[in-house]
C-alpha cells in the first residue's frame, strides 16, 4: 500500500495529480491519501481530506511506501517506523506554501537513509517503481542515535536541576 | 484536612505542544520525563492515547494568523498552567508553547523552549518570542544556534 500525505493547511494538488499520473500506468497497487483540501479527484485513490494521529500512524505503519510533502509530522513518523519516504516539498514560487522552508527542511534530512527527495511528477514515479521493487529497506537505526540521546538527557538534566519548593503550594490544612 | 501527594517527591513537569510535528517530537522526548510526573497538554483529543496514563490536556489549535483562537488558545492553557502548578515546562512549540511558558514564568516554574526540527535555517516566530522568557532556548541545528545564540544540544532524530 502506498500512503500519500500532504498535510491540511494548504492544498497541493501538484503531488495528487503525479500520484494519480502514476496509478494510472500501474493499476492494483493500492493507494490511500491524506489530502487536504484539493482539486484532485481519482478512483485510483481512497482519499481522506484529514486523517486523524492515531489513524496516520497506523497508515504509515501499514505502508509499503511513504509519499509526503515536506512536513515534519509525515518525515518524523516515518523515521519513528523506519519506512521508506518520497519527499516532494511544496514551493512557494506555485503558490504552495507561504515560504519555501520546505526546501530547507528536505536539504538538511537529505543524509536520512529511509529518505528520498523529488521535485517533480517524472522524478516521483521512477523512484516509486524503484521502491516498490526493492525489498524492505535496512532499518534506519538501532535505537536511539546520539545526537537524540544528548537533547533527552540534557532535558533530563534541566528537569531535575531545579528546587522542588517552588511551585508546591498546595497540600496545606 | 491534609491532602497526600505521592508524586510529591518529583519534579511535576508540562509538556506541551501544538499539533502534527510539535506534538510528534514531544513524544520522542519521552524519555526525558521517565523520573518526573508528566503532564502532556496538546491539541488532539486523540493524542491522549499516546501518552496515557500521563495526565492529559487539550486546547484549541491556533497559530498567529487567527488572533480571535490564538486568545481562546491563551486562555485554555492558562487555566492548564494553573491545574497543574508545574515545577518545569518544556515545550517544542508553537505559539502555545511561548504561551504556556510566559504564563509558567509567572507562577515560578522553569522553561525550555525547543524549536522544531522544520527550523532548520532559522528559529521559528515562536522561538524568537521564547527567547526572551524561557530558562533555556534550544534549537535542533548546529547552524542555527550560531547565528541566534540558541543552544544546540542534539536533536528528536
Request: proline fraction near 8%; hydrophobic fraction near 25%; glycine fraction near 0%.
Given at each position: 500500500m502506498i500512503f500519500v500525505t500532504v498535510g491540511t493547511?494548504?492544498?497541493f494538488d501538484r503531488l495528487l495529480a503525479a500520484i494519480d499520473d502514476w496509478a494510472f500506468a500501474n493499476p492494483g497497487e493500492q493507494i490511500i491519501a491524506q489530502t487536504g483540501v484539493t482539486t484532485v479527484s481519482s478512483p485510483r485513490i481512497d482519499a481522506r481530506p484529514f486523517v486523524d494521529g492515531s489513524t496516520f500512524r497506523e497508515l504509515v505503519q501499514q505502508a509499503d511506501v511513504l509519499v509526503a510533502h515536506a512536513g515534519m509530522g509525515s518525515i518524523l513518523t516515518a523515521v519513528e517506523f523506519a519506512k521508506p519516504v518520497i519527499v516532494m516539498p511544496r514551493r512557494a514560487d506555485l503558490g504552495?506554501?507561504?515560504?519555501?522552508h520546505q526546501l530547507a527542511t528536505v536539504q538538511n534530512l537529505?543524509?536520512?537513509?529511509n529518505l528520498e527527495i523529488v521535485q517533480d511528477a517524472q522524478t516521483l514515479s521512477s523512484v516509486l517503481d524503484k521502491q516498490l521493487g526493492a525489498g524492505p529497506l535496512e532499518k534506519l537505526r538501532e535505537g536511539i542515535s546520539d545526537g537524540h540521546r544528548r537533547l533527552v538527557g540534557e532535558i533530563s538534566n534541566f528537569i531535575a536541576g531545579g528546587s522542588l519548593g517552588g511551585t508546591l503550594t498546595f497540600g496545606e490544612a | 484536612m491534609k491532602r497526600k501527594i505521592n508524586t510529591a517527591k518529583k519534579h511535576r513537569v508540562l509538556a506541551v505542544a501544538s499539533g502534527g510535528g510539535h506534538w510528534v517530537q514531544l513524544l520522542r522526548l519521552r524519555p526525558a520525563f521517565a523520573n518526573s510526573n508528566v503532564h502532556f497538554a496538546t491539541v488532539d483529543p486523540k493524542a491522549k492515547a499516546q501518552v496515557a496514563p500521563a495526565p492529559f490536556y487539550t486546547f484549541k489549535d491556533a497559530n498567529r494568523d487567527t488572533k480571535l483562537k490564538l486568545m481562546l488558545s491563551a486562555l485554555q492553557i492558562a487555566v492548564i498552567v494553573l491545574r497543574v502548578r508545574p515545577h518545569v515546562v518544556i515545550s517544542t512549540g508553537a505559539a502555545p508553547g511561548y504561551l504556556a511558558i510566559r504564563m509558567a514564568k509567572l507562577i515560578g516554574a522553569r522553561t525550555m523552549f525547543i524549536d522544531s526540527i522544520a527550523n532548520a535555517n532559522e528559529l521559528s516566530l515562536s522561538a524568537h518570542l521564547a527567547k526572551r522568557h524561557a530558562d533555556k532556548l534550544v534549537t535542533q541545528w548546529p547552524s542555527v544556534a550560531e547565528k541566534t545564540g540558541a543552544n544546540f544540544i542534539g536533536s528528536v532524530l
Open positions: 493547511q494548504l492544498p504552495e506554501h507561504r515560504n519555501d537529505a543524509h536520512l537513509s | -
